[in-house]
Each structure stands twice: as C-alpha cells, then as structure tokens.
C-alpha cells in the first residue's frame, strides 16, 4: 500500500497511465525503466549524520581537507543514534541500498582502538543491523584526523614508520569490508583516500608518489575475497594540499588501470569546470568497474548536498548510455551541518536516483539513429523535448511502488522525526 495522501493513490495510478503513453509514444517502456532502477544500489554515506565525526574514543579533529560547515542542531551523537536516523532516511527513499562507513565510526565498548588494530569485530553490530534492514556496507579507511596525519602525509609519508602505520590500516579495512561482503552477501566496496599533499610548491613531487605507489601494492598484495571490491580516489586538490596532491586523479588513474582495480571518480575532486560525465566511457575500455562518488561542489570540493541538476543528469544519461549501470557503484559524497541531515540525505539519493529515470526514460536507440543518420536538428530536438515529459508521474510512480511518500509528502515525515526525536538531542 502507498503511503500517500495529496497523492492519492488512484490519481497516482492515473498520471502514471498517461505518462507510460507519452513515453511509449516515443518507443521508451516506462515499466522497464521502472524495473531497471530498482535494481541500482545507491551507498549513502554515514558521514553526513555527524559531521564526519565517528565513534573514537580519542579522535584528533577534523582536518585532511574536509570542512563540515554549519551548526545545525540534532546530530547523530553515537552509533545507535546514526542508525536510527539512517534508518529513518532509508524509509524516505524508495528501494533497498547500501550504508557506506569511515573506519572512524567504529564500536569498541568504549576502549581506545588505534588505527592499525581495526577489524571485523568493531563493526558487528552495523553487520546485525544491516542484515536486520536488508542493507549493504561498503567501507573506507580513515586517513586523516590522527595524530600520524598531522604532517599532512600518510601512506607517502617520508617516515618508515609512519607509512608502516597506514599500510596495515589500508589492510584492516580491506578486512572489514571483505567481512561485510561475506556476511551479507553482496558486494562490499572498501575505497581508499587520503590527504597527502603540500601546501606549496614542494622540492621533489616524485619521489612521494613513489612511496604511494610502494605503500598501495603493499596495501593491494593479497587479491580482494569473492564480492570485496577495492577503489582508489584522486583529487584535485585539499585544504592544506592547494598546490600538491601526492595521489592526484591522474596518478590514480593510472594505478587503477595498471593494477586492474576501481577508480573512484568523485564529482567533485576535479578542476571547478570540469565534469566527469565524458570520463566515465574514456576509462570504460579499460577498466571493468568504476566507483563514482556524487557530491556537488561549488566554486571548490565543497561538498554540498546532491540536487538534480546539469551535471548529475549528463552522468547518469552518459551511464545508461554506455550500458554501464552493472559496471558502476553510486555512493553519495557530501556533509553539509547548517541543514536537518536526515533531510540532506534524502534529498541527496532520491535527486540521484530521479537522474538516473530520466536517463533510463530517454529514448537513446532513436537519438543514436538521428545522429547516425546526420540528422542533428532531429537529435538536439527530441532531447531538448524530453526536458518537459512527465518525469514526475513515473517518479511519483516509483516512490508509491516502494511504498515510501511521493513528491514533497515525505517533508511531514521529515518534520515529525525533527519535532520527536532531533529536537531533544542537546
């Protein structure tokens, strides 16, 4: 049954109806498209319900080029309280997805656990909740808030020792995501970023890279279990790295290729004008897999919450078109703290997941026969034309499938949890 209520649920049914015919008019199955999309797993990410704080008993504060900004009351102040919002995020989005965890956000009975001693056993408890809600967990090392981060170098660090220290971090979470994948029996991402970098122009960008290259294979040496995927994700630059990233997007390109795992390619780690959605076929004949991270930077990395705009739309059309939905993972990358988090987060997968219909309801076949045939007017006409189509009806559809509220009904839903629950967290 839906949920809805200005939405009801015969006119509901009565949109989708006319819509399917408007679509089909122009040879697109709306029923498809609808099956297709239920099939795509979307990581949301825990790090928008704290404010990238995580779970430590002793935490160093937030640095590594990350900035949460705002001061926005009710955020999640432990594990069971993160939970119990994400959850109230998943009931807002229709489908079943994933929760993608920071080392940092660990559970430990309140013992002190350094970086390199992590393992399967601090995360069972997101484990039993995760199988309890028929979610996924993909997860990432946490390179920066630590003391052995301090110098702004990590796995390229010119110390022996701290590199030692990182590496066997590196290897820990590979660990704790091959638990999750073995567990709960689906794919498990475990993506690697860090800080390293200089603030200015520094003397030998050489031989840092070098270090990295050393300390990943190290990293990388014993090949990931069945269903565990490794990522690495570059960047373009960082707070305190303005001038000189250690792992930049073309040094991770090309250790992704060479060693045969997934780039990370996140929306907003490259150059302000610069959009990923061409990059995703470039690398496509040379990788069998592809992590993406949807954020949306302004002017900067800035991270702000996810909206359905130009750039997500021509990377999800660019997706569907190359037929690379089973080759690409969707995990959301943002934190924004001068908002209702919960709110940020539905906002943020459901834009995502609307981009992803609009591409499925494009009729691709017939725009590549128009171009193929140098009819471009034709081309530019049909996709200019399928901006107005009645996208909502069959998102409004989706939505009542999955029995989560349609259009902006989820806003009560959002108000009541803030009233009830966010609103007496001090």
Known sequence: MGRTTVFGRAQLASDYRRAKEIYSSMGVDSDTALERLSKIKISMHCWQGDDVGGFEVKKGALDGGLVATGNYPGKARNADELRMDAEKAFSLIPGKHKFNLHAIYLESDGRFVERDQIGPEHFKNWIAWAKENKLGLDFNGTFFSHPKASSGFTLSNADKSVRKFWIEHGKRARQVAAKFAKDLGQASVCNLWIPDGAKDFPADRLSPRKRLIESLDEIFKTPAPKNAKDAVEGKLFGIGSEEYVVGSNEFYLGYAISRKIMPCMDMGHYHPTEGIYDKVSAVAGFLSEILVHVSRPIRWDSDHVVILNDDLA?????????????????????????????????????????????????????????????????????????????????????????????GHEWLEELNKYENNVLSKRI
């Open 314 to 406: 021509n990377l999800a059309r660019e997706i569907v078109r190359a037929n690379m939905l089973d080759r690409v993972y969707f995990a959301t990358d943002f934190f924004d703290a001068s908002i209702n988090r919960i709110g940020a987060w539905v906002v943020g997968v459901r834009s995502l997941q609307k981009a992803l219909l609009a591409a499925l309801l494009e009729p691709s076949a017939r725009l590549r026969e128009f171009e193929d045939s140098g009819m471009n007017a034709e081309k530019l006409a049909l996709a200019e034309e399928m901006k107005t189509m009645p996208l909502g009806a069959v998102w409004n559809q989706f939505c009542d499938m999955n029995s989560v509220p349609a």
